[in-house]
């Protein structure tokens, strides 16, 4: 934890941490993640990445936890009552931000059996906002 407080909780997992943190993010921040999103190279290198995890979590037995954990960031994101900043931001920001948060969690639950590059991928849209899920780079 950071000398303001911030940090994962002992014992908190990054999915959890991951979940916890898209709850306090602002429309700018959602924005941000958004505008990472467009950057965030090929098209066939996000598609062999996203491929590649979805394997490793399937190869590990969590096809099911991944599924529940989709359905529970679709919760706070678009179904049901989604939280206020991602309903302020519905729409095509909304949804480029959403597709960077499945990707992100999708990274965690298959890591550490994903390449580096291949999480890096998954998770640098989502890294623009909350630095913590690439620790060696910095926003912007």
């Known amino acids: 934890m950071d000398k303001e407080g911030y940090g994962p909780r002992p014992n908190q997992s990054d ?23 467009d ?7 996000y598609q062999a990445a996203e ?6 979590v ?10 529940e954990t989709r359905n529970r ?3 706070l994101t678009e179904r049901g009552t989604p939280l206020i900043a991602w309903r302020a931001e519905h729409g095509a920001v909304g949804h480029k931000a959403e597709d960077a948060l499945m990707s992100a969690a999708l990274a965690i639950m298959a890591s550490p059996g994903l390449a580096r590059h291949q999480a890096r991928t998954l998770l640098g849209p989502m890294a623009q906002a909350l630095p913590w899920l690439l620790p060696d780079t910095t926003p912007g």
């Open 39 to 45: 950057q965030r190279g090929t098209r066939a290198d």
């Open 73 to 75: 960031l679709l919760g």
């Open 58 to 67: 399937e190869s590990a037995g969590l096809g099911a936890s991944w599924d």
């Open 51 to 56: 491929k590649a995890a979805l394997h490793q």
């Open 15 to 37: 999915l959890d941490r991951l979940l916890e943190d898209c709850r306090t993010l602002s429309p700018a921040g959602i924005e941000r993640i958004a505008a990472a999103w």
